[in-house]
């Protein structure tokens, strides 16, 4: 940006006396130099150059996302307290369930419930609106250019404004049950936080780009989110998942079940970061609640799903942006 | 000196109508099982398109619906990719396609402004600094901060404008916006946009008030059918449109003048008293055509039209359909037409006059646009027509 910004506004028109044929002003700015090329073959997909792309234009990104959290929270008198809403209600339900009508199993329950729960919401909130976030910018994506990721993209930002006020309930739930902040568990937080957000962004771009040309994406997307909820330890011991898959008909499908869901890999990860204690004590007794991972090992866990989203992540971002240049035809 | 903005080489654009394209992934796995086969055909948009768009100038792309001016922009714009050929451009382009692109319901002006922008291609600081000037061209001060939901459409236009004029680019694509609003805010488009042109920016304007394209543009490029049909002046590109409008009004517009019969001049006359501009409802005009034949042609026929501002057909007669019968015509002869009683309140018009042979198949001359006049806007009377009435006012016993 060398272009003077003294050309702006009712400037411009001052500006436009200067001797402007001697000196066009498109030929000494840095950015009009790019050259831009438009043929039947969308362009090589690079991370870098598609990063650049979607640098240039991150202001369309953070306006999109200011856009959908002031339409969210601006029209309710509640404001933001409705991201903290959810987790609270799931929390009294659960709570109810599991240490009213059923016998309680897992001390402290709202702390291991937020704690994969807010893992949870990230992912599913995300997929819900990454889903439909072509669809429901049609006019955007019809009538304006920009790097198409930043639909997708905005919706993670969303979900990530709602992931940290979450978060703030579950802090508080620490305070009230005395958890220590401190602590090399903690550790895992930020490692399993970066493979979270990698994962769900990789599937972000997947369904997106396919709910442009089959509609009932979105649906499909929602049953298997809620089975997928059911397959992953959040409202029960994470312990009881892995006794049960150890010995199947005599074999130890366990680690078979830590490669197909990566979620759960996390949820295990945040579990450990903040309900620490993998084998509390109920009524005098110690009780399996975590899985039997160390944090090293959890720790490990983490760098190879951030390392397999990662790859995930170029694999669908690259279909996503083949898809791409066809969605203002498709809509 | 003058570099390449846009260059558009052999450029093509399909698009695949399949019929029943499967829209979900239930239908796709029952057209799988099915073994059906998509049918499908390829509607060509655009053939072969090459043009190339000089840094500085300005271009009006006309052409009538369909003939894809809406697509070439499009893909200049990056929104379409072309099925085959290359388009190079250089520097960065804003394309107004649409006015207020992105603008939410439920977010106010003051935010759609900087949400709008971004997506023009602002930063937040250039925003910042244009902002209150975006605000004074929409003259929307008392409604900035209100949910745009709330705004008029009238409003909601000037705003969308106001923000699209205030974007920074080299290369501006506009697409049929710039009838928006009342005269005076048009006026002021237009100004914008020629303070656009003297700070040597490109511009693509795509429109259909071909005035515009005579007023405002350099160069004009007419697209028919998908191909490129005419270049050149404004002028020139205008002049060939209007042409393909007439001919479709028209059948005696066929193939190029043959001369024989020349219109040596087509004179408007106003009713006694009055000037052409100033022509009332239920007045008389004469329309005054001097013919000059090099050679002596057998029976001729003098045409006449009137077309309004929107170029829309008003009025055709000839002297075959009144039953004149003009003979051997060789030198000068005079026709006049006398157009008794005009049934409009208002508006302007413009007259044509033709000659042909009796059957139509032979164009001797055209004189496009050869003379106009207005009936001024009268504050009393709105509607279209006018027409003689007489009162008749009795007891009904």
Redesign the interface.
């Known amino acids: 940006m060398t272009k003077p910004q003294a050309s702006k506004g009712e400037e411009r028109q001052q500006a436009a006396t200067r001797p402007l044929l001697d000196s066009p002003p498109v030929a000494t700015s840095a950015r009009t130099d790019r050259t831009t090329l438009r043929t039947s073959e969308s362009a090589r997909f690079g991370l870098l150059t598609r990063g650049a792309d979607i640098w240039a234009y991150r202001e369309i990104l953070v306006n999109l996302i200011r856009k959908d959290l002031r339409v969210k929270y601006t029209q309710s008198k509640l404001g933001a307290f409705w991201s903290m809403l959810n987790p609270i209600l799931y929390l009294a339900i659960f709570s109810f369930v599991f240490t009213v009508v059923l016998p309680p199993t897992i001390p402290n329950f709202p702390v291991y419930l937020l704690s994969g729960l807010v893992v949870w919401n990230l992912f599913n909130g995300t997929l819900a609106i990454a889903s439909r976030s072509i669809v429901d910018n049609t006019s955007l994506v019809k009538k304006v250019y920009f790097p198409k990721e930043i639909l997708p993209l905005s919706s993670v930002g969303v979900t990530l404004v709602d992931f940290a006020l979450q978060t703030l309930v579950l802090i508080v739930f620490m305070v009230v049950f005395g958890y220590p902040f401190l602590g090399l568990n903690m550790l895992l937080f930020p490692l399993a936080l970066v493979a979270l957000v990698l994962f769900t962004t990789a599937i972000a771009f997947w369904v997106s780009g396919l709910n442009v040309r089959y509609r009932d994406t979105q649906h499909l997307l929602n049953l298997v989110l809620l089975a997928w909820f059911w397959f992953t330890p959040i409202v029960y011991p994470a312990a009881q998942m892995e006794k049960t898959l150890s010995n199947v008909f005599g074999v130890d499908l366990f680690p078979v079940y830590l490669v197909l869901n990566p979620v759960a890999d996390i949820v295990f990860a945040f579990q450990r970061a903040f309900y620490a204690d993998p084998t509390p004590m109920l009524n005098g007794e110690s009780t399996d609640v975590l899985v039997s991972l160390g944090v090293g090992q959890l720790a490990l866990l983490m760098v190879a799903v951030i390392i397999g989203s990662a790859i995930l992540l170029r694999i669908t971002w690259k279909s996503f942006f083949k898809m791409a240049g066809d969605f203002a035809e498709e809509l | ?1 003058s ?1 390449t903005a846009v260059q558009i080489d052999q450029v093509s654009k399909s ?1 695949r109508r399949v019929k029943q394209a ?5 239908q ?1 796995m029952t057209n799988k099982l099915r073994r059906r086969t998509l049918e499908y055909d390829d509607f060509w948009a655009l053939q072969e398109i090459s043009y190339e768009i000089k ?2 100038t300005s271009i009006g792309l006309i052409g009538p619906n369909g003939s894809g001016k809406t697509t070439l922009l ?20 804003a ?1 107004l ?2 006015l207020g ?2 603008f ?1 319901q ?2 106010t002006g003051r ?1 759609n402004v ?2 709008n922008a ?3 291609g ?3 600081k ?1 925003t910042d ?2 902002f ?2 975006i605000v004074d061209f929409a003259e929307l001060h008392d409604f900035i901060d209100t949910k745009v939901k709330f705004y008029s459409s009238g409003m909601y236009m000037r705003l969308g404008f106001a923000v699209a004029v ?1 974007v ?1 680019p ?1 290369i501006l694509l506009v697409d049929e916006v710039l009838a928006v609003g009342d005269e005076g805010f048009q006026r002021r488009c237009l100004d914008r946009i020629q ?1 656009f042109q ?4 490109t511009i693509v304007l795509v429109t259909h008030v071909v005035d515009q394209v005579r007023d405002i543009c350099t160069e004009g490029v007419m697209l028919l059918n998908g191909v490129v049909h005419q270049t050149g002046t404004p002028e020139t590109v205008v002049r060939e449109y209007r042409r393909l409008l007439l001919k479709e009004d028209v059948p005696w517009v066929a193939g190029e003048p043959t001369r024989d019969i020349e219109i040596a001049s087509v004179q408007v006359l106003p009713p006694e008293g009055r000037t052409l501009d100033d022509v009332e409802p239920g007045d008389n005009i004469t329309i005054q055509v001097d013919l000059k034949a090099s050679r002596a042609v057998e029976d001729p026929v003098v045409a006449v039209t009137l077309h309004d501002h929107h170029d829309v057909l008003e009025y055709q007669e000839s002297t075959a359909s009144l039953g004149a019968n003009l003979g051997r015509i060789q030198g000068a002869r005079r026709v006049r037409f006398v157009l008794r009683w005009l049934p409009y309140t208002s508006g302007e018009y413009f007259v044509t006059v033709g000659v042909t042979s009796r059957d139509e198949r032979t164009l001797y001359d055209l004189a496009e646009r050869s003379g106009s006049f207005s009936i001024p806007v009268q504050t009393n009377k709105i509607a279209v027509a006018h027409i003689a009435t007489d009162i008749i006012v009795e007891d009904a016993t």
Request: no cysteine; aromatic share 4%; proline share 3%.
């Open positions: 000196m570099q698009f499967p829209t979900s992934i239930k796709r840094t500085g499009k893909m200049i714009a990056g929104i379409l990719r072309p099925t085959t050929g290359v388009i190079t451009s250089r520097g960065r382009i394309a396609l649409e692109a992105g939410h439920e977010l935010e900087y949400l971004s997506i023009l602002l930063t937040k250039e600094a244009v209150d000037s205030h920074d080299d303070s003297q700070e040597g920016r």
